[in-house]
């Protein structure tokens, strides 16, 4: 070590009678060692304030849920049972297993792969032990799992509560506990296939779900970074073009330009030329039009998606889902993680929330999900097996929202 | 304040190149608040701390699950499945509703609630908000949920996991996260007719569950305290010469009256009386008998408690269970918060665990121990403002052992645990079939058929028939040119391979036929 420490902390405490002779002798570290050092004299302080009577130095007794959780009463469970019932019901038709993980794991588990979320963890106090913290998500538990027992091939269901300390000031009625139903088929398969099966799901469970009508938006990460590349996007701004193109659910063009021009420096003629990829929406026939395309179809990337999205779709037709599956260019969600199809179920009718105060009901709306959002998913392809992630269902009825993907560890 | 605290400070730190430039203020406490100064203090140290690079310094991705806590792989949810949906018909059976709660609660609900154990519950690191914990039971959030929602009478059941920080060296192979499985009946009715019902829940599950012979053991606390009352034992000694009671499961008589004798200060006189009465077990006739008992007649406690069971019996007798029950007088478990009657119900045959699979066997549990409960009149009081009262009888299954000892069944049966509930796999011998396959797959999901098909495009009949045999998937739907063009599919069954040509109209019946 460069430089050196020195920590030195006295304390001498007595208080309400109580004698409590806690003398540390200075302490000076030198290289090596210091962390228990602090540990001891963060105990003693706790210790010491123990002794003060904790918080509040009175024992009232609050009849409450933690914030952001709730109790789910029996009708709530019936409602609850009957669709999980439906759900699991799909999976299980398609061969799918299930596993479940700890409520929380190990902190190191976890840290490092959110990003800028991991404040928005939950930790467990260091009570001596290990430094534990309450999972995430679904996703760093089965990467896990997947890793620890050295399994390559795997198509399992896993619906679970998940943890977030949402910052109440910025989201207001997001729960901070909330279920996550997740379905992903590891493995290394024929193209395409495990990708429209997941399709087929999505289709089916929002078919029984009874839910009004719905439609399920599909793109590829590749199209996308190609129609960049050729619209004349500078690569450093892929991403953050990408997150603006994915607000066009909820905003209009003339706006999303805006922010691309204003916002994010990209030339008018670029940005005009991305608004006339985004706005196509399609099926097989879109694909096959764009793999004629002047400009795309010199462009590696995009005709390896375009060629998939055909192939999807002829999948989709046998699977006779193709009704309500569009090719949608505009579709750009969560691309920090997905490197091939992606895909959002919307609900076409919304129906509105049922109470006033979006405090009770307004489940767990992601940040940026547009409402009517009940599913989503993609394919990942990391060093590690190639997921298809096709579901993500969150919170109470009738709100739902997606979930992200995440990155396997190496 | 008596004394004032003097917190004196100073941290300059800088280190590996990292200047970071921490310099506190000298503090000095006076009377008012010193606990906000006291956080300050820990979170700067803590700071410092993690500048420092935590508590290793290096991030290695370790690949385990935290200590005391597991996986379930797809085998064991088969399993834990199975079970839960045989608890879950009898609780439903009887009228039972359920609830559920959040995983944590706020801190200060469940202190002061468990005594002793309180040192065994997780809390969560204090990140600013409201300091919360770890569910340590069912019992203290449906207490809770009860006063919060003002309710007064409901029948319920929760299957959830809870979570306890035991010391591995005490209880090793106990796990730190399992499952608890309630059941209970809250609410004011004329007296032992719900707690009737609660042992035959427990005699129903016990019997569908087919875990070999078992009996349900009944006391009292009352007649337990009256018996002690008449024995000699001294009021301030009755829960301490109960838990050593308790241990007649475990230990012989000897042993036992050694420590209350020896240990717990009894004279052997008391201890004796007590001896005779622990060793009584019968039915609603030992119930009859002790009434006549010159010195329990005598105690207003016991009497009730007897007269009580004698009444339970009579209702076990309507409910056909009294081949399982037995009225004994050594069961005196986890007295704390009961307050009438209390049961256990033990497996006679105990199949030895290896070492990896104890479960969560609770505290002061013997051995093939499998279910326990009983009467709880003023839990639900102490939460209330109120202190309105909510009578309570339940009982707790002992899920984790049940698993443990079905896992253990599986393995040494011949027959495979299958993981998924697939009917039938979609195959082809020949090439260039996929599209074909996908079709045929899709029109079997829309009938509600489970059906599986390989996602190769050219896959080798081989490998498809061995995924069958894998995963257990007992039929195969073979299509080939041939059969295309006759309009028909071959259907084969993976264990016997016999194949039939079954005309495409008919293949959802055929297959539904043969997977009952």
Request: with cysteine; charged share 25%; hydrophobic share 40%.
């Amino acid at each position: 070590m460069n430089a050196l420490g020195l920590v030195s902390t006295r304390l001498c405490a007595g208080l309400m009678c109580r004698r409590s002779a806690v003398n540390l002798s200075s302490l000076r570290f030198s290289s090596g060692m210091t962390l228990s050092h602090i540990d001891e004299e963060v105990a003693k302080l706790l210790q010491l304030k123990a002794q003060l009577g904790g918080d509040e130095g009175k024992h009232v007794f609050v009849l409450k849920t933690a914030k952001g959780t709730r109790d789910y009463n029996p009708k709530q469970m019936a409602i609850r049972e009957k669709v999980f019932n439906i759900i699991i019901s799909c999976f299980k038709r398609h061969g799918a297993e299930t596993i479940d993980s700890p409520v929380f794991e190990l902190k190191e588990t976890l840290t490092g792969k959110y990003g800028e979320d991991s404040k928005l963890i939950y930790d467990l106090k260091d009570q001596g032990g290990e430094l534990l913290s309450l999972r995430y998500d679904l996703t760093v538990p089965f990467a896990r799992y997947l890793a620890m027992n050295k399994i390559t091939n795997i198509k399992r269901y896993h619906i679970a509560k998940v943890y977030r300390r949402d910052n109440p000031a910025m989201t207001r009625g997001r729960y901070r506990e909330f279920y996550q139903c997740d379905f992903d088929i590891a493995g290394q398969y024929d193209a395409m296939i495990p990708d429209a099966e997941c399709l087929k799901i999505v289709y089916e469970i929002l078919n029984e779900l009874d839910l009004g009508d719905f439609r399920i938006k599909v793109n590829d990460r590749r199209i996308l970074d190609g129609m960049f590349a050729v619209c004349g996007v500078p690569d450093e701004k892929f991403r953050t073009i990408c997150s603006t193109v994915d607000k066009l659910d909820k905003m209009a063009w003339e706006d999303v330009k805006k922010e691309m021009v204003n916002e994010k420096g990209l030339s008018e003629d670029v940005a005009d030329r991305i608004g006339e990829y985004v706005s196509m929406q399609g099926g097989q026939d879109l694909a096959e039009r764009l793999l004629q395309d002047p400009k795309l179809s010199q462009n590696k990337q995009a005709c390896a998606g375009l060629t998939d999205m055909k192939l999807l779709f002829s999948y989709l037709e046998l699977f006779q889902v193709t009704d309500k599956v569009v090719f949608d260019l505009s579709l750009a969600r969560g691309l920090d993680y997905y490197t091939g199809v992606i895909y959002e179920a919307i609900l076409s009718q919304t129906i509105p929330a049922l109470v006033s105060t979006p405090a009770e009901q307004n489940g767990a709306d992601e940040a940026g999900v547009s409402v009517g959002s009940v599913a989503g998913g993609g394919r990942y392809d990391g060093k590690c097996p190639v997921w298809v992630s096709a579901l993500g269902l969150r919170g109470s009825f009738p709100s739902w929202s997606r979930r992200p993907s995440h990155v396997i560890p190496e | 304040m008596n004394a004032l605290g003097l917190v004196s400070m100073r941290l300059c730190a800088g280190l590996m190149g990292h200047w970071s430039a921490v310099n506190l203020p000298f503090l000095r406490v006076s009377s008012g608040m010193t606990l906000s100064q006291i956080d300050e203090e820990v979170a700067k140290l803590l700071q410092f701390k993690a500048q420092l690079g935590g508590d290793e310094g290096k991030h290695v991705f370790v690949l385990k699950t935290a200590k005391g806590t597991r996986d379930y792989n797809p085998k064991q949810m088969a399993i834990r499945e199975k079970v839960f949906n045989i608890i879950i018909s009898c609780f439903k059976r009887h009228g039972a509703e359920t609830i559920d709660t959040p995983v944590f609660e706020l801190k200060e609900t469940l202190t002061g609630k468990y005594g002793e154990d309180s040192k065994l519950i997780y809390d969560l690191k204090d990140q600013g908000g409201e300091l919360l914990s770890l569910r340590y039971d069912l019992t203290v959030p449906f207490a809770r949920y009860l006063a919060m929602n003002k309710i007064t009478n409901i029948k319920r059941y929760h299957i959830a996991k809870v979570y306890r920080r035991d010391n591995p060296a005490m209880t090793r192979g106990r796990y730190r996260e399992f499952y608890q499985c309630d059941f209970d009946i809250a609410g004011q009715y004329d007296a032992m007719i719900p707690d009737a019902e609660c042992l035959k829940i427990v005699y129903e599950i016990l019997n569908e569950l087919d875990l070999g012979d078992f009996h349900i053991k009944v006391n009292d606390r009352r007649i337990l305290d009256g018996m002690f009352a008449v024995c000699g034992v001294p009021d301030e000694k009755f829960r301490t010469i109960c838990s050593t009671v308790d241990k007649l499961d475990k230990m012989a008589w000897e042993d036992v009256k050694k420590e209350m004798v020896n240990e717990k200060g009894l004279s052997e006189d008391v201890a004796n009386r007590i001896g005779e009465y622990v060793s009584m077990q019968g039915g609603q006739d030992l119930a009859e008998q002790l009434l006549q008992d010159p010195k329990l007649s005598q105690n207003k406690q016991a009497c009730a408690g007897l007269t009580d069971m004698k009444l339970l019996f009579s209702y076990l007798e309507l409910f056909q269970v009294t081949d399982k029950v037995v009225f004994d007088l050594s069961l005196a478990r986890g007295l704390d918060y009961y307050t009438g009657v209390i049961y256990e119900a033990i497996l006679s045959q105990t199949i030895p665990a290896p070492a990896e699979q104890n479960g969560a066997d609770e505290a002061a549990v013997s051995v093939g121990s499998v279910a326990g409960g009983g009467r709880y009149d003023g839990l639900v009081g102490m939460f209330d403002p109120k202190g309105r009262k909510v009578p309570c009888v339940g009982v707790s299954i002992g899920i984790e052992r049940i698993f443990s000892i079905m896992e253990q069944k599986a393995e040494t049966s011949s027959e495979k645990v299958r993981t998924t509930e697939t009917q039938v796999l979609v195959a082809s011998a020949q090439k260039n079939l996929l599209e074909e396959r996908l079709k045929l797959t899709s029109e079997l999901w829309n009938t509600g058929i489970k059906a599986e098909v390989l996602y190769k495009k050219n896959p080798k009949l081989l490998s498809q028939l061995q995924h069958c045999e894998e995963t257990g998937i007992p039929l195969v739907a073979i299509l080939g040119e041939q059969e295309l063009k006759d309009g028909v599919v071959k259907l084969r069954n993976v264990a016997s391979r016999e194949e039939v040509d079954v005309p495409r109209a008919d293949l959802v019946d055929e297959i539904k036929k043969r997977t009952l």
